[in-house]
């Protein structure tokens, strides 16, 4: 049986926990076939992000290009996006990215600058599914979003700008906001004791994409994507991986 293709738009993390390395990864692991364009080129690890070499719009533009002219797309996550061209880029092909999911990248998870507002704000009005974390939902809505109350809101005003859905995440809180079709449902999980988060969002964002080009309506895809995070973080929580926060255990090894 052929997979699906899922395509990935994203910048890329040296040190493999995150961006399109743990997008492809994710791809793999649920049984679909992952293409690539690349915005951005980062020289990181689990301390943090040193340098970042954003790919000229017109490269991302023929990637993408290349990518939709031959191969079966079926769902499209975008991720880690610096530059106001490649954001115009992406949206002038928005018609043509079937089931597209959007990562706000903002911020890392070892706090360095990833994206800028106003360039992730120009995808928020189109219909896609959304999924900042509680940070970067802040970040696009002007002020903090620190409580379960607070994200319940602010799924629900991301929503009121144009996506098809917003789910707002929680991170160690495992408490996910899901914003869909005019409802908003709290989804809860078991938190996982372990310092090795590094790729998450990406992670999570990825995985919503496979499972929405398998088929699965929006809250479906959401909660197999929670599931298969969780199973990432308690895979890899005893992981020693680098000096910082470590990634997840995308294949399942150790659980």
């Known amino acids: 049986m052929t ?18 390395q743990a997008d492809l990864k994710t791809f793999a692991a649920l049984g679909a ?13 689990t301390l943090g992000v040193t340098a970042i070499h954003p790919v000229p719009a017109e490269i991302v533009a023929a990637q993408l290009d290349a990518v939709l002219s031959d191969l079966p797309v079926a769902a499209v996550k975008v991720g880690m996006i610096s530059d106001p061209a490649v954001a115009k880029v992406i949206a002038a092909r ?4 079937p089931n597209l999911v959007v990562d706000p990248v903002l911020v890392a998870t070892a706090g360095s600058r990833l994206g800028e507002v106003d360039v992730v704000g120009v995808l928020t009005a ?3 599914v959304l999924t900042p974390n509680r940070h970067e939902a802040g970040a696009l809505l002007g002020r903090v979003i620190e409580t379960a109350e ?18 707002v995440t929680g991170s160690e809180l495992a408490l996910d906001v899901l914003h869909h ?10 938190p996982v004791a372990t310092v090795n988060n590094h790729g998450s969002g990406c992670t999570f964002s990825s995985a919503i994409a496979v499972r929405l080009a398998a088929g699965d309506p929006v809250p479906e895809a959401v909660a197999a994507a929670k599931e298969y995070v969780n199973r990432g973080l308690r895979g890899g929580a005893q992981w020693r991986l680098g000096a910082g926060p470590g990634p997840l255990d995308h ?5």
């Open 3 to 20: 997979p699906p293709v899922v395509l990935t738009i994203a910048g890329s993390d040296s040190g493999g926990g995150a961006g399109i």
């Open 33 to 45: 076939f992952g293409t690539s364009v690349i915005t951005a080129i980062t020289a990181q690890n």
């Open 181 to 190: 079709a005019g409802q908003t449902t709290p989804l809860r999980g078991e």
């Open 150 to 167: 607070e994200m319940v809101s602010a799924a629900a005003e991301l929503a009121a700008r144009g996506p098809r859905a917003v789910v």
């Open 94 to 97: 928005a018609a043509e990215l």
């Open 126 to 128: 189109y219909p896609c």
């Open 251 to 255: 294949f399942g090894w150790s659980v």
